[in-house]
Structure formats: structure tokens, C-alpha cells
């Protein structure tokens, strides 16, 4: 992948890559990163599942090792997501004969985002979705007690019991090694990659330890 490109104030960024699986892990940390650097209030894995769907849709529909452009743009308490390819073929929600692997993407972005769409260029098409900033508060303190609430839960499904005090956390880290196995078994045979889920899931925890 070729380097950034930079432009202030408007907090611009631009990488060129080819659609290749290895590529798109690449592109989603380089966007991650660039969101550090630049400080702005997004939630970053929601950056970082945006810019994987609209990747790996270029991969998918245009061609392995097409030549593609990733775009990062900051303004008005917004990014904007937005990948360049050589395809004029627009994509849409409701194309016929779309299966469930060829709209899911589109389906998360319109999900996830503020806004998404297409455009056609002198040279094929941009697909974007923008994302606003993200809100402040007990967002980190919450995870933590949606966590505790779905361990003891998991433990009582399980038949174990729920212990207190150190013999307690050790139940629980073990509930947890557990659950996050039985999460990678599900995202499998849904047909996501596991290591995938793993990398987003470190990303957005180290994120907020960060911001924390």
C-alpha cells in the first residue's frame, strides 16, 4: 500500500491498494491508525467494519487485485468513508439475483452509518457512507457492566455457580475464555472470519482505553 497523502484542514487522507483478502486487514489498520493520529470522536470499529464491507466489496464484484482507491475525509462532525474502483456497476440493497453475501455489506453500511450512496466517476464509481461522532459519556463503564450481566448469565446457563471474591473471578475469567470461544465458533459458522472479529474487538477496546 502506498503511503498517506495529507492535506489540512480539512483532515484528508488518501490510500491507493489492491483488492487482495491480505489487503483489506492492511487498509483497516492503516484507516485505524490514520483515526488515531488525527484524534477525531468516531467509534472505530465502526470505521474499521466500513472500511472491510466496502474493500472486500470491491474484491468481491470488481476483481481480485483491482486497483481501488480508500478515502478518509473529516468535516462537520462527520467521516466520510468513501472507495474509489474501476467498476461503473452501481450496487444496490434490493439487485436482483443479490444474494445474502452480495447485499450484507451494503445492509451494515446503511446500518451503521449516518448516511451511504454511490457515484459514478470519469473512471468507474466511489461508493461512501459517512460517520458521525461519536457521543461521549459512560459508553466504556457500560461495556463493563453489559460484560458482568452476560458472564453470570453464561455461568448460570452453564449450571455453574456464582462464587464470590477471588475464587469468583477466576469462575469468571474461565466464563469468559468460554464465551469468547463460543463467539468464535458462532461468527465461523455464520461465515465471518474469527480472526477478523478479534482484530475489531482489540481495536475498539484499545481505542477507548486510550480516550479513557
Not at 89 to 96: D, N
Request: negative net charge.
Amino acid at each position: 500500500m502506498a503511503d498517506y497523502d495529507i492535506t489540512e484542514p480539512r483532515l484528508r487522507s488518501v490510500l491507493p491498494f489492491e483488492a487482495a483478502p491480505a489487503e483489506v486487514r492492511l487498509l483497516r489498520r492503516a484507516a485505524v491508525a490514520q483515526l488515531g493520529q488525527w484524534g477525531v470522536p468516531v467509534a472505530v470499529d465502526e470505521v474499521a467494519l466500513a472500511v472491510s464491507e466496502l474493500a472486500t466489496n470491491v474484491l468481491q464484484h470488481v476483481g481480485e487485485g483491482a486497483t481501488a482507491t480508500l478515502i478518509l475525509e473529516w468535516r462537520d462532525e462527520r467521516l466520510r468513508v468513501e472507495v474509489h474502483d474501476t467498476s461503473r456497476k452501481v450496487p444496490s440493497l434490493t439487485a436482483a439475483g443479490c444474494g445474502d453475501e452480495c447485499g450484507r455489506g451494503l445492509h451494515l453500511l446503511a446500518s451503521l452509518a449516518a448516511d451511504w450512496g454511490t457515484v459514478l466517476t470519469g473512471v468507474g464509481k466511489a461508493v461512501w457512507c459517512e460517520i458521525a461522532a461519536a457521543a461521549s459519556g459512560r459508553a466504556g463503564w457500560l461495556r463493563v457492566e453489559r460484560a458482568a450481566g452476560a458472564l453470570e448469565g453464561y455461568r448460570s446457563a452453564e449450571g455453574g455457580v456464582l462464587l464470590h471474591g477471588r475464587r469468583g473471578d477466576v469462575c469468571l475469567r474461565e466464563s469468559a475464555i468460554e464465551l469468547i470461544a463460543d463467539l468464535l465458533h458462532w461468527t465461523a459458522a455464520r461465515g465471518f472470519d474469527p480472526e477478523d472479529v478479534l482484530d475489531l474487538a482489540q481495536m475498539h477496546y484499545e481505542a477507548e482505553a486510550d480516550a479513557a
